[in-house]
């Protein structure tokens, strides 16, 4: 495979061109510009290969150098759709910015979970002989790990596989579930409802695990009539006002945002005023949504760019995996939904 670059101001300049200016062969030009180890080249040979470099503006083909060498300073990312899903899209921004902080270049290949463009995706990486690969779902969820992926150092994120053979980076739902409660004990409420989702999932049972552990914490028995489920979009945080309504709860942890977005307007509906009447707090950190319903949406973030960034570290061995699954914080965002 054969280098080419680009002079300042003419077409493009070959290794060919090189070797002609400076009076050596082409495999010398490789060698210099390769740095390749072991290779027997005098100074001066060196010497006028590299001035002739900078006089023609030349520019190694960076994957064809890569590949010469037997690897590549590139890292794969195969994601399902979160390439087009925005707050998930943080994953991809936290693992580019980790990748170019230790010298790699992200490849992200996004293939709206369809199996025959993941399987070429994956190929095409291998070909190209990329560092590894972070596979990742735009929601935490257990998957299947492609087989492909077994051809090369894989790191999963925001997803995980049953028999974890893969390390995988995961939002921590049951801290994140603890944290919002919380959040709504510490500003005096005792009579906290939830709204949990009714698709099965992780965040659906470990939210609800640590909504538990809050209340036991504060020596609040569980009460399941203050549990309420419903789809997770607005229009079921809507429907669920009026059973909020009747469990006489005075504050609210929503599953995600956009059913807290739905809660809004049902409680308002029945004259009840957020905060003053009601507490409400949400999870996600969709900020389209919560920094803007009106009052701002105290929530709970899914720590999508720390993902992406922890999933790069472990691939290139900077952190070590944990046993299972590596567990990342999910913070809380104050906002004025709380009193």
Known sequence: MSSTGRGTNGPAVTMRDVAKAAGVSVATVSHVVNDKAGARIGEDARRRVQDAVAELGYRPNALAKTLSQGGSRFIGLVADAIATTPFAGQIIHGAQDEAWKHGYVLLVANTEGDPAVEDDVISMMLEHQVHGILYSTWYHREIVVPAMLQQTDTVLVDCFAADAALPAVVP????????????????????????????????????????????????????????????????????????????????????????????????????????????????????????????????????????????????????????????????????????
Do not use: K, W
Request: net charge negative; with cysteine.
């Open 172 to 339: 921590d739902e049951r801290q994140g579930g603890r944290t919002a409660t919380e959040l709504l004990l510490d500003a005096g409420h005792r009579r906290v409802a939830f709204i949990n989702t009714t698709s099965p999932s992780p965040a659906r049972t470990d939210r609800l695990a640590g909504y538990r552990d809050a209340l036991a914490s504060a020596g609040i028995d569980f009460d399941e009539a203050l549990v309420v489920e419903a789809e997770p979009q607005q229009e079921g945080g809507y429907s669920a006002a009026a059973e909020i309504v009747r469990t006489r709860a005075t504050a609210v942890f929503c599953h995600n945002d956009r059913v807290a977005m739905g809660l809004y307007d049902g409680l308002r509906e029945r004259g009840l005023r957020i905060p003053e009447d009601i507490a409400v707090v949400g999870f996600d950190n969709q900020d389209v949504i919560a920094a803007h319903l009106r009052p701002p949406l105290t929530t709970v973030a899914l720590p999508h760019y720390e993902l992406g960034a922890a999933g790069v570290r472990i691939l290139l061995g900077i952190d070590a995996p944990a046993g299972g699954s590596t567990l990342v914080t999910c913070p809380p965002v104050l906002r004025a939904s709380i009193a």
